[in-house]
């Protein structure tokens, strides 16, 4: 457990996920039945033609005391090539949020390689990046690991749109990919977020070795949160050399569709976001995860430490499917 204040739940065995037979129903379903009933859904809540950009940048990055095991940037294994950072300076990163904007972008994310959010001078600077990012009208997010209550509420009066803490996985799967915490202090977490009046970024990572009922598990808790989360990235794991993930395949294109679509039957108001792991994905599957209710893509050439595809296939490939940048709320 952690030093958060926040009450956490320790009774796991016995929370309730109502919702768990409906993602198991979703998930058995043939695939482009559930691919139409989602694209259905998908086009009564949304725009279908708009898809929204979010820009990362790593403000910190490696050195990080938590274990999970896909990570490049944990202290316990991590990728020897990975180069650290202590955090960045506020003028430093303003510069790369303004490229970000010119080049598209209508979110900017700053993830650190933190456990969680401590009071001082490093949260200080962190506040100033969120007010300076909000001043070039540009949303800002930000990914720093568990914060209390009255860290979010900072976050808030600095301007911050959105909070990304994702819940990675089904509670039954969590401890077999992170030791350091547990799936209640995820929660603690999310619950001070909203607490704070911050719109919630949670979602999870297809590829850790969980078989069905983790990922039912995974869509269950998020849909079960109420209000649902309004952005939920769901990220194919990026296979890191030297972390204990590094030779994991990559889950399946159809695996990522099926996901995605009964993440959008779910959560019809939610903007799902098809996250990490493109680069390794051809057009007509990403086109694919688009019907089935996709409509947020990170963009630009790096996620946090790996790549993400180019400006250029990206604008090819939104171009091909008639499809535009923008900011979605
Ligand atoms: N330290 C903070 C935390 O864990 O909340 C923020 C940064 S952490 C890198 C943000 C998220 O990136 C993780 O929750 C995880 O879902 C995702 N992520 C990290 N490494 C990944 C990988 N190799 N493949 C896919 N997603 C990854
Ligand atoms: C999310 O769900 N995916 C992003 C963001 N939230 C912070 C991170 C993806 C990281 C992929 C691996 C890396 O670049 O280190
Ligand atoms: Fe640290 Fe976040 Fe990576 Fe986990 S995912 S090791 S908390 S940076």
């Known amino acids: 457990m952690t030093d958060i204040s926040t009450p956490s739940r320790t009774d796991s065995s016995s929370t309730p996920l109502p919702r768990l037979p409906e993602a198991e129903a979703l998930l058995a379903r043939p695939l482009l039945d559930l691919v139409f009933e989602a694209a259905n859904v998908h086009r009564e809540h949304h725009d279908p033609r708009r898809i929204q950009a979010s820009q990362l940048l790593s403000i910190k990055t490696g050195g990080c005391p938590e274990d999970c095991g896909y990570c490049s940037q944990s ?14 300076g506020v003028e430093d990163v303003l510069e790369q949020a303004r ?43 930000v990914t720093l690991g568990m914060v209390a209550p009255h860290q979010a509420a900072r976050l808030e009066e600095a301007g911050l749109d959105y909070y990304n803490h994702n819940l990675d996985t089904g509670r039954s799967h969590y401890a077999d990919v992170i030791s350091t915490r547990d799936y209640d202090d995820r929660l603690a977490t999310l619950e001070a977020v909203r607490g704070a009046g911050i719109r919630v970024c949670s979602g999870g990572i297809l590829g850790l070795g969980e078989g069905t009922k983790a990922r039912a598990e ?17 990220n194919a794991l990026v296979p890191v050399e030297g972390t204990p993930m590094g030779d994991a395949s990559p889950p399946e294109w159809d695996e990522l569709v099926r996901v995605i679509a009964a993440a959008r039957v779910m959560m019809p108001k939610t903007v799902i976001r098809l996250s990490a792991g493109r680069t390794d994905m051809d057009e007509a599957s990403q086109a694919m995860c688009f019907l089935a209710g996709a409509n947020s893509i990170f963009v630009g050439d790096e996620l946090l430490t790996t790549p993400n595809p180019g400006p250029s296939s990206d604008a090819a ?13």
């Open 218 to 234: 995974l869509l269950a808790e998020l849909a079960g949160l109420d209000p649902q989360p309004e952005s939920v990235p769901i």
């Open 75 to 88: 202290a316990h294994h991590g990728s020897d090539e990975l180069e650290r950072k202590k955090l960045d």
């Open 99 to 141: 490229r970000a904007k010119e080049s598209g972008a209508d979110r900017f994310c700053m993830g650190a390689a933190w456990r969680e959010v401590r009071d001082g001078e490093e949260f200080d600077r962190v506040l100033e990046m969120v007010e300076g990012v909000k001043s070039m009208g540009l949303e800002a997010c």
């Open 317 to 329: 490939l939104l171009a091909k499917l008639g499809l535009e940048t923008g900011s979605i709320r």
